[in-house]
C-alpha cells in the first residue's frame, strides 16, 4: 500500500508537470478554453487528454481551462455561440421570441452552436493565451531560479502531493526565499540554525543551491549563495518535522521540539521566518535574548514578520496565516503581531544592529528584518534558554 501510495504520488507529479515551460503551458490553456467552448458536452475530458498526449501538452492544465463551460457560465456561452453561428450561416441573429424558437428547429440552433462555438472558442482562446503568456513567461535571469525551485520542491514527491504542491508555490512566490540566497543577507561559514523550519523549504532551497555550485550549473554571473558547514532545523510539529527529515536527508538535520527549551548550539546564522508572531510577547523577548547570546561575532539573525500598522495590508498577511493555520488544524493559534516600529525596538533592545526591507508580495506587508548581533552582545556567555 505505501509503495502504492508513492506511485499515484508520482503519476500525479508527472501529470502536473508535463508540458513544462512557458509556451507549452500557454498553448495548453488556449487549447482547454478552445475545447471547452465546443458543444460536445461529456467529451471534454476525453478529447483533453488524447489532444494533450498526442501534443505533449499538460492535460490537466487542459482540461482545467477546458471547464470555462461550468455551469455558472455555459448558458450564456452556449447563447453567444448559437447567436454567433447564426450571424455567420445568414447574416442576422436569432430573434429570441417564443414563436420563433418554437418555429426554429432544434438542426439549426445545432448547427449554429457548432460555428459559433469556433469562432468563440477561438477569440476566448486568444484571449486566455495572452493572460497566461503574461504570467508565465519569465525573464532569463528567473529561469535557473524556477529550475532550483523545481528542484527543491520535487524532494517533497515522496511525503505528500500537497506538500509538493506546496512547496512549488511558496518558494516561488515568496521573495524571502529568493533573498536569503544572497551573500549579502546571509553570511557563509559555521552553522545555520532554522527555528521553526516547517517542512524545511529554506533548508531545501539552501542545499540545492550548494549542488547547483558543485555541479557547474550555477549562473556564473549571480554571487555565489552562502554556504555552511552544517545546517539545522527545529520543528515543534512531529508530522511536519518527518516530512522535513525525509525532504532534507543528510544535507541537514532536523530536531523535533520546541526552540524554546532546546540547549541551542552557537549559529553563525539564524532563520526566524513567522515566528516571533506565534508567540506571546514575553516568550518573543526571551527567545530572542537567547539567540543573540548564541550568535556568533559577525553572524546574522535573519526575521521575517509581519508589519500590524500597514492597514488592509496586514489584514490580507493574518488572513493567509489563518487558513494556513485553519488547514493545518492549528486554529486556535493567538497571533502576537507588532508594527515594524515596535519590532524595531524590539530588536534594538537586545543589542542588534538592523537592516529593513520589504518582503512581501502583492498585497502582503511583510518586511524581513536583517539583524546582527554587536560584538557586546556576541560576547556574553552562551547559556540554555529556560523557556523563551
Sequence with gaps: MPRLSVQLRRFFQSLRTE??????????????????????YGLHLAICWIVGFVLGLNRLKMYFAANVSNPFVAPWLVFTEVQVGAWVRRGSFHAMTRESVAAT?????????????????????????????????????????????????????????TAWEFARGKLRMDPIYRAMLSPDVLPSGGAL???????????????????????GTWPAEWPLPPRFDR?????????????????????????????????????????????LQLLTVDEQEALLADLAARLEPGGVLLVREADASAGWRFAAVRLGNR???????????????????????????????LDTRPMGKGPFANVMFRLTASPAASALPRQSSPAA
Design 19 to 40: 508540458g513544462a515551460g512557458p509556451r507549452r503551458e500557454t498553448a495548453a490553456v488556449a487549447l482547454g478554453v478552445f475545447i471547452g467552448c465546443l458543444p460536445l
Design 105 to 161: 428547429g432544434l438542426t439549426v440552433f445545432g448547427l449554429d452552436a457548432l460555428v459559433g462555438s469556433l469562432f468563440v472558442g477561438l477569440a476566448l482562446a486568444l484571449l486566455a493565451a495572452w493572460g497566461t503568456n503574461s504570467l508565465v513567461r519569465g525573464s532569463d535571469e528567473d529561469r535557473p531560479f524556477l529550475e532550483l525551485v523545481r528542484r527543491a520542491s520535487d524532494r517533497y514527491v515522496g511525503t505528500s502531493v
Design 193 to 215: 540554525l532554522d527555528v521553526g523550519c516547517g517542512q524545511g523549504l529554506a533548508l531545501a532551497l539552501l542545499a540545492e543551491a550548494n549542488i547547483a555550485v558543485g555541479a
Design 231 to 275: 545546517m539545522t532545523g527545529v520543528e515543534l510539529r512531529r508530522k511536519v518535522a518527518r516530512m522535513a527529515r525525509a525532504a532534507l536527508d543528510a544535507d541537514a538535520s532536523v530536531i523535533e521540539g520546541d526552540a524554546r527549551a532546546l540547549p541551542l548550539d552557537p549559529a553563525r546564522a539564524v532563520l526566524l521566518f513567522d515566528v
Design 323 to 353: 487558513f494556513k493555520l485553519f488547514v493545518s488544524g492549528r486554529w486556535r493559534q493567538p497571533f502576537h503581531p507588532r508594527s515594524e516600529a515596535e519590532w524595531r525596538d524590539c530588536f534594538s533592545r537586545h543589542g542588534f544592529r
